[in-house]
Each structure stands twice: as C-alpha cells, then as structure tokens.
C-alpha cells in the first residue's frame, strides 16, 4: 500500500469521501477480497448451521416449491408449459427466481444489519453485497446441479431436447440477475435506513413480482395485449432465454432481452450511486 503524506506526518491509508456518486473502486474492493471471502464462508455456514439436513435445504426448498406448482398450475389449473415436462419447466423457473430474489432481499438489508460493524471499523460497504451475492450464487450452482440431473433423467426416459446456441449465454444471464438483484438491493437498503416498514412492503411486492414474470406459466400463454408488462419486467427476458437456451422450448424475445439489459444496467448505476450518497450519512440514522 502506497504511503501518503499530509502535514509531513505518513500514514499507511487515508480515508477521503466519495467527490463522485458514481465512484466503484475496483481497486479497493480487490484489496479487501479476503474479507468479501470471509464474508461469503461465514454467511454459508450459518445459513443452515444446527440443522439435520445442512446443505441438501439448498434443494429441498426448490424441489417443494416445483412439486406444489406442479399440484396447483400444471394440475389443478391445467395451465400448460410449452411441451416441457413441468419438474422442468418449474424447476428452470423457481431456480432463476430464488437467485435473484434471495439476493435482492439480503441486499436490501445491508446497512440495518450490519449498523454496528458499520459504526466500529472502516472497510468498503460493497463488500457486503458483494459477498451476499457470491453466497447466493453457490446455493445457485447446488441447484443447477440438481436441474442438470433431472434434464439428464428426462433425457434417458426418451425425452428429447435441443440446447441452442443461446446455452453460451447462460453465465451471462445468471450475472445479469446478480447485477439486478443487488442494484434493487442496495437501492432499498439505502431507504430503508429511514423508512423501516419499507421492508415489509418489499416482501409483499416480490410475490407479486414473482406472477408478474412466466415462473409458473409460459410467457406464449399471456395474451398479446399484456406483453408489454413483460417487457418492462427485466426478469421475464433472462427466464425465457434461459429456458429457450437450455430446452430448445419456450419463447426467445431478443428485443426483450435487449430492453431487460438496459434496465438492469441503468438499476445497477442508479443503486450505486444512491448507496454511495447514503452511505455518508447513513450511521446517523440508523
């Protein structure tokens, strides 16, 4: 670490404010990677410590989510999946949907949860939501496991698929949500830190985001007159490309996805810069 100086006297770091909103030190985020590290094991461990079952609630939790849409969509309300077997169809939707809305959720809470580390020692703030993103994107790559195993039983029972070129998108459309839901997040952690019961607000607003967006039905099933509700939606794009790249089934919308890339970039800068103007006076609100 460089050495500045400042009325002859040397100091091993000097701390300055942010003179730009925008700001996102790269540089200094990679100094602090092993706390981010730090960060991610022990937001691990402690998501299911003491319990029976440890790490396998990483699929059971979507696992149950996909029967009971199964039970309630595909049988009850008979509502169709473009040909994919429902486990499938469910599954692809409900594991893209707990990625971002988990990350959305434990982002939006960074600076009430972590107030008193906050107010005790200086480190960068993004350190938080990076880490719970990271953390969230292994309970991701659990369950993608988990959807790989079931593509390759309905493969062996005589199903058949055709991955498209599109499957090379994948990394990309996982980090876009990433992007989406930590934009979202710290955009709401920092109002939150005046306004509490945003946060019981922001529970009842992600059930209804989540029928907003073709999780439990096709996006063909939606009447022509209503897509522009999905196209302002910037996770409808990225479920169905993901869906389409991975099954050869479903409904790929490159405008769509164009318009939901945007979004996700104009969201992820506007977070940046209302968690940097917040992140100034935050401590004495809190």
């Not at 009325?7 to 100094?31: A, M, Q, Y």
């Not at 996909?66 to 009850?76: K, L, P, Q, S």
């Not at 809470?109 to 990076?130: C, E, H, Q, S, W």
Request: aromatic share 16%; hydrophobic share 50%; with cysteine.
């Amino acid at each position: 670490m460089k050495a500045a100086k400042d009325n002859g006297d040397e100091w091993d770091l000097v701390l300055k404010p942010k003179s730009n909103l925008l700001e996102f030190n790269i540089r200094e985020l990679l100094h602090y990677r092993d706390l981010v590290g730090l960060l991610v094991v022990r937001d691990l461990a402690g998501v299911y410590k003491q319990t029976i079952l440890g790490w396998a609630w990483f699929i059971i939790q979507p696992l149950a989510t996909t029967f009971i849409f199964m039970f309630v969509f595909g049988g009850i309300a008979k509502i169709g999946t473009d040909d994919i077997p429902q486990p499938l169809f469910y599954f692809c939707g409900t594991t893209l949907w707990a990625f971002f809305s988990t990350n959305l959720m434990k982002c939006s809470d960074t600076f009430v949860a972590n107030a008193g580390l906050f107010g005790k020692i200086y480190f960068p703030r993004f350190t938080m939501p990076i880490a719970y993103t990271i953390t969230n994107l292994f309970s991701m790559v659990v369950q993608l496991t988990a959807l790989i195993v079931i593509y390759i039983y309905y493969l062996a029972t005589g199903y058949h698929f055709t991955p498209t070129p599109w499957l090379i998108t994948v990394p990309f459309l996982i980090v876009q949500l990433g992007m989406l839901g930590a934009g979202i997040g710290i955009m709401v952690s920092a109002f939150t830190t005046k306004y509490r019961d945003l946060k019981q607000l922001l529970g009842f607003g992600m059930t209804l985001w989540m029928y907003a967006t073709p999780i439990v039905y096709p996006l063909s099933k939606v009447p022509a007159k209503w897509r522009w509700v999905y196209q302002i939606n910037p996770v409808s794009a990225v479920v169905e490309t993901f869906r389409y790249a991975l099954l050869g089934k479903g409904t790929l919308d490159i405008v769509s996805w164009i318009i939901s890339f945007v979004v996700t970039i104009v969201l992820f800068l506007a977070g940046i810069i209302i968690f940097n103007h917040n992140e100034r006076t935050f401590i004495d609100v809190v």
